[in-house]
């Protein structure tokens, strides 16, 4: 489970966000994070029974507490949300999935949120030759549901090497490909929220199958 103790010290830290206040309370941070952990093991847990997942544990799923402010012009040293990311095994299983816990703003996000020029390209010419399979999952009713729609930035006009006006430029112009559930604060804290996520985590799984599979064959359906 996700504690109400474990959102309230998030609370605190945003209103405390420096590293006296931090330090005084180490020993408080290093129990909520536990119970973190434990909450990922779980999910880690069930992800395991439907995917491969090379992340190994729930800790190395946790993402450091700790802010690099080296280039940022927000200096406050740490962060004021519990998150973290499960990696998919081997070059097949391409995409990633990612927990993100905070009040007001608690979700789960999977795909791909900065994908390389050649993968981009390779997608690209997926769309371009036939966005049916790939528009027959973002249109299922599962989908709809868990996902409402593809998010993620775009370009404000054509790829280079594609037409303005190609039928397919919609999907085209993504950037970004990223499914995203939100969740209450009510069902961060219930007992079947591990369950939830999961469930999330495997609506998206038609989505990455595409998307692996574009991306571990060439542009004649061979694998590279």
């Keep these: 489970m996700i504690y109400p103790s474990t959102i ?32 990922a093991e779980e999910v880690l847990e069930r992800l395991n029974k439907h995917d491969v997942i090379e992340t190994p544990n729930g800790k190395k799923s946790i993402y450091r507490i700790y802010r690099d ?6 200096k406050t040293p740490f962060q004021t949300y519990w ?17 993100h816990i905070e009040q007001g703003n608690s979700l789960v996000v999977g795909g791909f949120w900065g994908p ?5 390209k390779r997608i690209r010419e997926s769309f371009e030759f036939d966005s ?4 027959e999952i973002l249109s299922s ?10 998010n993620g930035d775009k370009l404000k006009t054509a790829p280079r090497g594609f037409s303005i006006d ?11 490909f990223l499914l995203i559930k939100r969740f209450t604060d009510e069902e961060v804290l219930s ?4 369950e939830q996520v999961d469930e999330a985590f495997r609506a998206m799984r038609p989505f990455l199958n595409y998307m692996s599979e574009v991306l571990s064959t060439d542009a004649n359906g061979e694998p590279l």
Excluded: C, M
């Design 132 to 135: 049916a399979p790939f528009r």
């Design 166 to 176: 190609h039928p397919n430029i919609d999907l085209l112009a993504f950037k970004q």
């Design 83 to 99: 998150g973290g990311s499960f990696k998919r095994a081997s070059k097949y299983r391409r995409g990633g999935y990612y927990y």
């Design 141 to 150: 009713s599962e989908f709809i549901a868990s996902f409402g729609k593809l």
């Design 8 to 39: 309230d010290f998030l609370n605190l830290l945003k209103q405390n966000n420096d590293r006296e206040w931090f330090t005084a309370r180490k020993d408080e941070f290093l129990r909520e994070q536990a119970l973190v952990i434990e909450f």
């Design 191 to 194: 007992e079947s929220f591990a």
């Design 116 to 120: 390389n020029s050649n993968d981009l």
């Design 69 to 74: 402010v080296r280039f940022s012009k927000d």
